[in-house]
């Protein structure tokens, strides 16, 4: 990206990070294996008209790996953290897949610094996973599967997020490839997956946790989906939605788990409709 990366400490753990524009605070919350790169399609317009921050989660990127264990239940703490290290009193959220599980769970918790949420295909309204989500938590399917590392099997990797091919951003492959050469990296995004998914599904505690929290959610919340989603079923849309008292759902035909990147000029559009309402 064109912007130039930063540098934070939040709750002892040194945070990559991207900021543009001025206005009301919105941080953006990446998914599992993802990094900040994955909001280049969104930083431009959004910061248009807020004060917009993209960062790494502790073991994502090229943040530092954490001292101890990321855990669900750890996740408020730290975007508690990240707000004081900023130096903000509330700001709203938009998550993508655990990304939105973790804004949900800590708008949740922190109602009080929170405003709006912005949930995009998000991850724990029900046990429902793909397939080969579930299959790499199966020792040593998961171990095989990251340790093969080419643009080949990036590519395939990737296509399992989209409806339609020719919109992954090839150009981040390299990116991709880089950011997950060291095995450590490997290793805590593997570990933290089995922390909250199993051969069936996700695992109880963690969905359970998630309806609780989305019952109880006072934010104004903007559910958005891809209807050809094969990571996480376009169904469990509904049910966000019939949980949250405040909330909006839109579903994006053709598209699949990154609707920030597949439909990116729609999705802008949207987000700052809600925002802005």
């Known amino acids: 990206m064109a912007l130039k990366e930063e540098y934070i400490t939040v709750a002892e753990n040194r945070i990559r990070y991207i900021e543009k524009g001025e206005g009301p605070p919105l941080i953006l919350l990446h998914g599992m294996g993802g990094s900040l790169e994955w909001w280049e399609y969104n930083l431009d317009t959004l910061s248009q008209k ?3 921050i993209a960062f790494d989660f502790p073991g994502f990127g090229y943040s530092s ?8 239940d750890s996740v408020p703490d730290f975007m508690a953290s990240l707000l004081n290290a900023f130096q903000l009193a509330r700001a709203s959220l938009l998550g993508n897949s655990m990304g939105g599980l973790f804004a949900l769970v800590t708008a949740a918790k922190i109602p009080e610094r929170i405003d709006k949420l912005i949930l995009v295909n998000n991850a724990g309204f029900g ?13 040593p399917v998961g171990e095989l599967a990251l340790s093969i590392r080419n643009r080949y099997t990036a590519r395939f990797f990737l296509s399992r997020l989209f409806n339609d091919p020719n919109k992954i951003p ?7 490839l880089e950011i997950f050469n060291p095995w450590p990296r490997r290793k805590f995004c593997l570990k933290l997956l089995r922390s909250g998914v199993k051969i069936k599904g996700l695992k109880e505690k963690i969905w359970l946790l998630v309806l609780e929290s989305a019952a109880s959610l006072p934010q104004k919340t903007l559910i958005v989906w891809g209807a050809d989603d094969r990571v996480v079923p376009v169904d469990q849309a509904q049910v966000g939605k019939d949980l949250i008292r405040s909330s909006w759902l839109h579903i ?11 439909w990116a ?3 802008n559009r949207l987000v700052l409709e809600f925002l802005e309402s």
């Open 252 to 262: 994006f035909e053709k598209c699949g788990h990154l609707p920030q990147v597949e």
């Open 50 to 52: 807020f004060r917009v």
């Open 127 to 139: 046990p429902k996973l793909s397939f080969l989500l579930r299959l790499g938590t199966v020792f």
């Open 65 to 72: 790996l954490p001292d101890v264990r990321f855990r669900l």
């Open 265 to 267: 000029e729609e999705f």
């Open 170 to 176: 090839y150009h981040l492959i390299p990116k991709v």
